[in-house]
């Protein structure tokens, strides 16, 4: 490459950067939040979450206590500044002055941290029932250091006080980490009750509007979704999502839809079920003759077995 192709090159990208286009940033780059910083305290808040079980190699105390104190003000401070700086993106806060920004923000970072003990309580439940429904589980420590549904619930628990506060872009920062790391996607905006459990977790997916009560278990491929998103941005604010009452028991790979649909309380729903209409408290779902077709290996034959699945399955409840 020479020079003059180099340059050639250069100016094309630059002046594409002229376009009025939403992926530009270029006037306010110093005035945009810091995914690394986000990152960096959604980690450290975990270890405010669990005191002890994770090594905090920014402040070398050898004291809990007063490493968590530390720990604390860090997040804290760059809490507060990072909300300061995405305050701008919600219509609720649309005209106010920097000054105002800076108070509100101070406002729900306090309020955020008040949170945290009544998180904590929630968070050990969940430690409660992954280890209560899970014979393989070894203790506690090993749930919460090892389960990939915990670090989920984990992160949408802190992310969801920050949703209910109107704070944009940072919680769904934090959810989609956990997402990409745990192939679980839970909306911050999702509402759990207590002693929710996560069963092996990948390819879940909890929307933005679904309300889930106590005692609810959920196994890997299971969607709670809404029935259609084609109204786009016109569906925003509405119910979209399914309600799931409490002591309900949902296995791999079930699908459940519509803002309108209510799983009721002690229900259980059998795997691949896909349900858009309310389902009566009690209830037990589950596919009956399912169709499964063999071919041989010469690809010349075939067969086709009925697979019994019906009401009398047994359900871990």
């Known amino acids: ?13 630059l002046d594409d950067y002229r376009e009025d286009r ?16 986000i990152l960096d305290m959604m980690e450290k808040l ?13 402040f070398r105390t050898y004291d809990v206590q007063t490493s ?12 507060n500044k990072q909300i300061g700086l995405v305050l701008k993106y919600s219509p609720r806060y649309e005209g106010m ?26 968070i050990e439940t969940d430690v409660q029932a992954a280890f209560d429904g899970d014979p393989a589980a070894f203790n506690r420590d090993e749930i919460i250091f090892c389960y990939p549904g915990l670090y989920a619930i984990t992160v949408n628990r802190l992310a969801h006080e920050l949703y209910l506060r109107s704070v944009p872009l940072i919680p769904r920062i934090m959810t989609e980490e956990a997402h ?31 309300v889930i009560g106590d005692h609810v278990k959920v196994y890997q491929g299971v969607t709670l979704g809404a029935l259609s998103t084609r109204g786009g941005q016109k ?7 399914p309600t799931i009452e409490d002591h309900v028991t949902i296995y791999s790979g079930a699908s459940i ?6 799983i009721g309380h002690h229900s259980v729903i059998g795997s691949s079920a896909f349900i858009t209409t309310s389902i009566e408290p009690g209830t037990r779902v589950s596919i009956k003759n399912q169709e499964l077709q063999i071919k041989s290996g010469r690809k010349t034959a075939m067969e086709t077995a009925d697979l019994k699945q019906d009401a009398t399955w047994s359900y871990e409840i």
């Open 1 to 13: 490459m020479n020079e003059t192709d180099v340059s050639g090159v250069k100016k094309l990208i």
């Open 180 to 210: 990409s790391r745990t192939g679980i996607d839970i909306h911050p905006g999702a509402t759990i009750g207590k002693y929710f459990c996560i069963d092996h977790g990948t390819g879940i997916v909890i929307g933005e509007t679904t």
């Open 235 to 241: 569906l925003k604010n509405t119910r979209r999502h």
């Open 257 to 262: 839809f519509g803002g309108e649909t209510v």
């Open 46 to 58: 975990r270890k405010i979450v669990f005191p002890g079980f994770y090594r905090d190699k920014s």
């Open 68 to 79: 968590v104190s530390m720990l604390i003000e860090d997040v804290m401070y760059n809490m």
């Open 22 to 37: 939403a992926i530009n940033r270029l006037d306010d780059t110093f005035n945009q939040l810091d995914k690394e910083v």
């Open 97 to 122: 002055t920097k000054e105002d920004l800076a108070a509100e923000s101070s406002r729900i970072t306090l309020d955020f941290f008040r949170q945290i003990p009544k998180v904590r309580a929630l």
